[in-house]
């Protein structure tokens, strides 16, 4: 008899538990939502995650500030087909982003707009 009492206090407990943490949860996302700090995270996730410095993208494709477009282009694709072939998913990706980069700042330079970095 007491341990049938002892399981269902256990069980009556834990339900009280859940959903006091369920309730938690759903609170703390509508203050998240409210503050506007949900929006904020994510907007900071995707800026850090696809923004390259300058200086680390001319590193990983092995060119200097003085290098020609077409010179980027080449490292670029040499460098692109050898990770394509028997390299890493991650390092072809580092290449990409390094492109994307330096596209971007050779763009800027084309259009005559001022460095920011």
Known sequence: MAARILANLIVMGSGILGRAIFQAYRQALANASKSGVA??????????????????????????????????????DNLFEQNAKNGSFYLQSKVHRAKECLEAVYQNKSQGTPDIN
């Open 39 to 76: 929006q904020e995270t994510v907007q900071n996730i995707r800026r850090t995650s696809k923004i390259m410095a300058e200086p680390e993208a001319r590193q990983i494709l092995g060119v200097t500030e003085h290098s020609s477009w077409e010179e980027i282009l080449k490292k670029y």
